[in-house]
């Protein structure tokens, strides 16, 4: 028997939960009463979505940054050939991603309420009850609480493999710590960077869970925005042309980030998931 039989199950799964829905958002996104039209992206280019977009793209951004200087001095720290017990560190970030994605946003709503218990801690210290729900720090919060792991793993799984051998040889060399990590490290750790930074920034840019639950609706990002016109407007055809735009944009993203790094091992990054 071939062995390219046994990759025919996969073949069939690519076709009918990948292929064929790309094919059915294209067809809906540049049809419009029955015939061609690209009507469904000239509605896009109006200010008010292209804000959405714009605001969508902003905090994924700051989401993504925020992920990235904490998340790399954690993974750093956790690749440390002297942390001790670094296996049961790694564990207790992983545990809170076993539980739902929804009911770790709903614990940041009982924390943030303003009878949570940082607003009770507030008044205990006598700073008084702040507004921190339904608010654009409160969703980038939530953002950054939800991806932080895909930030932390692809980079320590990277920094884990490397050969502590070259950190010896940069330190004969006359290397101080801070050039050894300038010249040695951060460069081996640039796949980990990338995978990371693929990893949290696509699905920021398109959740709508998040900012529906912490921001209360006072605000809309670009997957709310798709979900409103699949779900409630029943406008599947600018909802269609909206999910190609974000399809689009994300590949650009990826290509962008891909030159960082040609040799492709960013994808390894992402061993751990």
């Not at 940054?65 to 001790?84: Q, R, T």
């Not at 979900?227 to 590949?251: K, P, R």
Request: hydrophobic share 55%; proline share 4%.
């Amino acid at each position: 028997m071939k062995r390219s039989y046994f990759a025919a199950p996969y073949g069939l799964w690519m076709a009918v939960f990948t292929i064929v829905p790309i094919f059915l958002i294209a067809y809906y996104a540049f049809t419009l009463g029955g015939g061609f039209s690209i009507e469904n992206f000239r509605m896009f280019l109006e200010p008010a979505f292209v804000g959405i977009l714009t605001f969508s793209l902003w905090l994924a951004f700051l989401c993504t940054v925020i992920c990235l200087v904490i998340g790399y001095p954690a993974a750093l720290l956790l690749a440390a050939k002297d942390m001790k017990r670094s296996s049961i560190v790694v564990v207790l970030f992983v545990i809170p991603m076993w539980m739902n994605f929804l009911l770790r946003t709903y614990a940041w709503m009982t924390l943030l309420e303003d009878t949570g218990l940082i607003n009770r801690f507030l008044e205990w210290i006598g700073i008084g009850r702040q507004r921190l729900m339904y608010t654009e720090q409160a969703v980038l919060m939530g953002m950054v609480y939800n991806f932080l792991p895909f930030m932390i793993f692809p980079v320590y799984s990277v920094l884990s493999k490397r050969d502590e051998r070259l950190l010896e040889a940069a330190q004969d060399l006359g290397a101080n710590a801070f050039m050894t990590f300038l010249r040695v490290t951060f460069p081996l750790s640039v796949p980990g960077i990338v995978s990371g930074v693929t990893m949290v920034f696509m699905p920021a840019v398109t959740t709508f869970v998040i900012p529906r639950l912490l921001g209360g609706g006072t605000f809309m990002m670009f997957g709310d925005l798709i979900e409103n016109q699949f779900l409630t407007m029943d406008d599947w055809h600018f909802g269609s042309a909206l999910s190609l735009i974000m399809m689009v944009l994300i590949l650009i993203s990826v290509g962008i980030l891909n030159r960082a790094d040609p040799s492709g091992q960013a994808a390894e990054g992402g061993g751990l998931w």
